[in-house]
């Protein structure tokens, strides 16, 4: 029913900049808390920001605070992770994860998850 389709991602130098889109469809998008998320090869996944239904409050580890910015457009159904000053340890598979209603994905588990994207920072 719900499906997330990420994109945006590839291969960049340390300190470069990427953006990434993460389409929603399947049920209204303004009702939707969400979230990004990564994995590194043989690492556990862990989250990277998230942002409320409300598009009012938002919330990022500590490892991309300032760095990072989520943000939402309700018109295009489409959240966005706006990634600057790239670090290699930023390489990751990136997925998008949403959940129905208000939360924080950081703390509310996500109830859809998108295929993930590749993000390659060189060093």
């Known amino acids: 029913q719900v499906q997330l389709a990420e994109s945006g991602g590839g291969l960049v130098q340390a300190g470069g900049s990427l953006r990434l889109s993460c389409a929603v469809s399947g049920r209204p998008f303004s009702s939707c808390s969400m979230g990004w998320f990564r994995q590194a090869p043989g690492k556990e996944r862990e989250f990277v920001a998230a942002i409320a239904s409300s598009g009012g409050s938002t919330w990022y580890a500590d490892s991309v605070m300032g760095r990072f910015t989520i943000s939402r457009d309700n018109a295009k159904n489409t959240v966005y992770l706006q990634m600057n000053s790239l670090k290699p340890e930023d390489t990751a598979v990136y997925y998008c994860?949403?959940?129905?209603?208000?939360?924080?994905?950081?703390?509310?588990?996500?109830?859809?998850w998108g295929q993930g994207t590749q993000v390659t920072v060189s060093s």
């Open positions: 994860a949403g959940r129905s209603g208000w939360f924080n994905l950081n703390t509310d588990e996500p109830r859809y």
